[in-house]
């Protein structure tokens, strides 16, 4: 089983950055994806940012140009860059994780984070 921690959350201006993290333990090796998500109230979960074990990412529309993700595999963490954030960000943001248990795909989320923008 892997357990995955975020940290980096908090109350943010709007038009301001913040950076999260995501670090990642137990059976690592075999993790292949790992990325972010958020999910604001009254709202389904939204994919942001993920980032692959071939250094490949890929963004959700909403987030492009402005979050920027990075990771190492060597490491087990993840981070997203947020810039010129705006109330429309507030959420709880999450990270996952995807790898092979038992040769099947497998997804593991931490607890979360909270992101709030507001002057």
């Known amino acids: 089983q892997v357990q995955l921690v975020e940290s980096g959350g908090g109350l943010v201006e709007p038009g301001g950055s913040l950076k999260l993290s995501c670090a990642a333990s137990?059976?690592?090796?075999?993790?292949?994806?790992m990325g972010w998500y958020r999910q604001a109230p009254g709202k389904k979960r939204e994919f942001l940012a993920t980032f692959t074990n071939r250094d490949t990412t890929d963004y959700g529309d909403s987030v492009k140009g402005r979050f920027t993700i990075s990771g190492d595999f060597a490491k087990n963490t993840v981070h997203l860059q947020m810039n010129n954030l705006s109330p429309e960000d507030t959420a709880v943001y999450y990270c996952a994780a995807e790898g092979l248990f038992n040769s099947n795909p497998k997804e593991y989320w931490g607890q979360g984070t909270q992101v709030t923008v507001s002057s």
């Open positions: 137990g059976s690592t090796s075999s993790l292949y994806a």
